[in-house]
Nanobody, 122 residues
């Protein structure tokens, strides 16, 4: 059974940084593609970054150059380093995994974590 658990959310200041983690059980990240998504109140869930099983990374325009997705296979963890935070980055962040699907569309992923809340405020 696949289980994804996000952590690392909290309060970040504009211009500051946060690092999110997603620990997986029941799968291996070197076999699965992973995405990080943000859901803000009243908005659709938005994909920001993706890392493939082959360790290729992709980013949405709004986070390109500020966010970095990475993974540690030994720890079975995927990370999202968020720098230069903006108020628009606030929301619930979800990691998602799929054996075949990839990219920034949430319909590509079958497995989802419960999310971690990110607030950006001074």
């Amino acid at each position: 059974q696949v289980h994804l658990a996000e952590s690392g959310g909290g309060l970040g200041q504009p211009g500051g940084s946060l690092k999110l983690s997603c620990v997986a059980s029941g799968l291996r990240w070197d076999f699965y593609n992973t995405g990080w998504f943000r859901k803000a109140p009243g908005q659709e869930r938005e994909g920001g970054s993706c890392i493939t099983s082959e360790n290729s990374t992709y980013y949405g325009d709004s986070v390109q150059g500020r966010f970095t997705i990475s993974r540690d296979i030994a720890k079975n963890t995927v990370y999202l380093q968020m720098n230069s935070l903006k108020p628009d980055n606030a929301g619930v962040y979800y990691c998602a995994a799929d054996l075949w699907g990839w990219g920034l569309s949430d319909t590509s992923y079958d497995y989802w974590g419960q999310g971690t809340q990110v607030t950006v405020s001074s």
